[in-house]
């Protein structure tokens, strides 16, 4: 049943299927299904590109699409995407597949350090598109020996994918990205109900860009009822805190699913570091245990969820280049929630004030304040020169 939209949520646009996809294999079976599929356009944008395993059969995918005359345009971030083999671009190029950098180092002159392209779309023929945290590497797949970090998408079929193909367009045509205005098409939401409302976001703090970030602050502010967050990279800033705290003494339940096992040890030590201010204000927090957690998946109230690549720290709020799908739904945001609780209650571990004082000593705890501290400096490094465009 679609769901009447609160005053934040507008403008949205009507899809009509909306899925949750996990990272692994059933993703990547489905990106390559929609690249096989795909009859006039394909676009792929992703922070990290790797040609492994995963690459070269999402490599040959794209090839085989653009010798049956699809027009195939792949972006990937200059920064992440350094150890792409220039054999591996010719090999695309010369196949016919279109291949740009975001950004490449000394060669553009609006560079900003910290700005780098980390969303992850893919749209294909702008009807059916994949958004979410899942990067294109054996990491993020399911392979005979490692199993794969954990991350989310979220598949759609409907006016949504016509949006983000010209996201797309905007950032593969223009250097100066998102400066071009363009006109935002609202859709009725009463006359179907099998639709699924969803709203396009994205955040390029430089350009003027924080609708990822107001989504976060807007369940803060609206939810009655809980709250669930999963994040791989957790280190809210003061703005971020500070709503969680009213919410939390609204009587919100607040429950934040966290790496237990992170690929940036430092990122973990300051993200422990903030146990103690979370957990003495009420919020309950979760360890995924069975691998790395990369995911960005957040739950409202059983009725808004929002899937991408944002991570809830400053660098996604002040310096990437992010993109996140909300979609508003009752049905998919239960069944969403049931996914997040089984996990919740078969992968995680959860985090008490007393299970932290016993894990952690004195001096473990120092060696956390002093990772946040670093983080922070990483941080400001990393957007304190910004300027804005107009």
Same mark, same amino acid.
């Given at each position: 049943?679609?769901?009447?939209?609160?005053?934040?949520?507008?403008?949205?646009?009507?899809?009509?299927?909306?899925?949750?996809?996990?990272?692994?294999?059933?993703?990547?079976?489905?990106?390559?299904?929609?690249?096989?599929?795909?009859?006039?356009?394909?676009?792929?944008?992703?922070?990290? !590109?790797?040609?492994?395993?995963?690459?070269?059969?999402?490599?040959?995918?794209?090839?085989?699409?653009? =010798?049956?005359?699809?027009?195939?345009?792949?972006?990937?971030?200059?920064?992440?995407? *350094?150890?792409?083999?220039?054999?591996?671009?010719?090999?695309? =190029?010369?196949?016919?597949?279109?291949?740009?950098? !975001?950004?490449?180092?000394?060669?553009?002159?609006?560079?900003?350090?910290?700005? %780098?392209?980390?969303?992850?779309?893919? @749209?294909?023929?702008?009807?059916?598109?994949?958004?979410?945290?899942?990067?294109?590497?054996?990491?993020?797949?399911?392979?005979?020996?490692? *199993?794969?970090?954990?991350?989310?998408?979220?598949?759609?079929?409907?006016?949504?994918?016509?949006?983000?193909?010209?996201?797309?367009?905007?950032?593969?045509?223009?250097?100066?990205?998102? +400066?071009? *205005?363009?006109? @935002?098409?609202?859709?009725?939401?009463?006359?179907?109900?099998?639709?699924?409302?969803?709203?396009? &976001? %994205?955040?390029?703090?430089?350009? &003027? +860009?924080?609708?990822?970030?107001?989504?976060?602050?807007?369940?803060?502010?609206?939810?009655?009822?809980?709250?669930?967050?999963?994040?791989?990279? !957790?280190?809210?800033?003061?703005?971020?805190?500070?709503?969680?705290?009213?919410?939390?003494? %609204?009587? @919100?339940?607040?429950?934040?699913?966290?790496?237990?096992?992170?690929?940036?040890?430092?990122?973990?030590?300051?993200?422990?570091?903030?146990?103690?201010?979370?957990?003495?204000?009420?919020?309950?927090?979760?360890?995924?245990?069975?691998?790395?957690?990369?995911?960005?998946?957040?739950?409202?109230?059983?009725?808004?969820?929002?899937?991408?690549?944002?991570?809830?720290?400053?660098?996604?709020?002040?310096?990437?280049?992010?993109?996140?799908?909300?979609?508003?739904?009752?049905?998919?945001?239960?069944?969403?929630?049931?996914?997040?609780?089984?996990?919740?209650?078969?992968?995680?571990?959860?985090?008490?004030?007393?299970?932290?004082?016993?894990?952690?000593?004195?001096?473990?705890?120092?060696?956390?304040?002093?990772?946040?501290?670093?983080?922070?400096?990483?941080?400001?490094?990393?957007?304190?020169?910004? *300027? =804005?465009?107009?």
């Amino acid at each position: 049943m679609l769901q009447t939209a609160p005053p934040f949520l507008h403008p949205v646009y009507a899809c009509s299927q909306v899925q949750l996809i996990r990272g692994g294999k059933a993703y990547f079976d489905l990106l390559q299904q929609l690249i096989d599929t795909a009859v006039t356009s394909i676009h792929l944008q992703t922070y990290i !590109f790797e040609d492994d395993e995963t690459g070269m059969e999402i490599g040959a995918a794209l090839i085989n699409a653009a =010798q049956r005359g699809v027009t195939v345009q792949l972006m990937v971030d200059a920064y992440a995407s *350094k150890e792409l083999s220039d054999a591996f671009v010719e090999r695309l =190029q010369r196949k016919g597949v279109e291949f740009k950098e !975001f950004e490449p180092f000394f060669k553009n002159r609006n560079f900003y350090f910290g700005r %780098r392209l980390h969303h992850k779309v893919f @749209v294909a023929d702008g009807l059916r598109s994949l958004v979410g945290g899942i990067n294109i590497s054996n990491r993020y797949n399911d392979m005979p020996d490692e *199993k794969a970090w954990l991350d989310w998408a979220l598949y759609a079929e409907g006016e949504a994918s016509a949006q983000l193909e010209q996201v797309c367009k905007e950032v593969w045509n223009t250097p100066q990205l998102f +400066k071009k *205005k363009t006109s @935002v098409k609202t859709f009725s939401t009463k006359s179907d109900t099998s639709s699924y409302l969803v709203r396009v &976001r %994205r955040n390029d703090w430089v350009y &003027r +860009k924080n609708q990822i970030s107001r989504t976060y602050l807007e369940m803060f502010r609206h939810a009655k009822s809980s709250i669930t967050i999963l994040s791989s990279y !957790f280190l809210p800033g003061r703005v971020f805190r500070k709503h969680i705290e009213r919410a939390l003494q %609204r009587g @919100v339940q607040i429950e934040v699913i966290t790496a237990g096992n992170s690929d940036i040890t430092l990122s973990k030590n300051a993200e422990r570091y903030l146990y103690r201010w979370l957990l003495k204000r009420g919020v309950r927090i979760y360890e995924y245990q069975p691998s790395v957690l990369h995911g960005k998946l957040s739950l409202c109230d059983d009725v808004l969820v929002t899937v991408g690549s944002y991570n809830i720290n400053n660098i996604s709020a002040y310096a990437s280049i992010e993109l996140n799908l909300d979609v508003l739904s009752k049905p998919f945001a239960i069944e969403t929630k049931a996914v997040l609780k089984q996990l919740m209650e078969e992968d995680c571990v959860p985090v008490t004030t007393e299970s932290y004082e016993m894990k952690f000593n004195r001096w473990q705890r120092m060696v956390q304040w002093g990772s946040y501290v670093l983080f922070r400096f990483i941080f400001f490094l990393f957007t304190f020169y910004f *300027k =804005q465009k107009e």
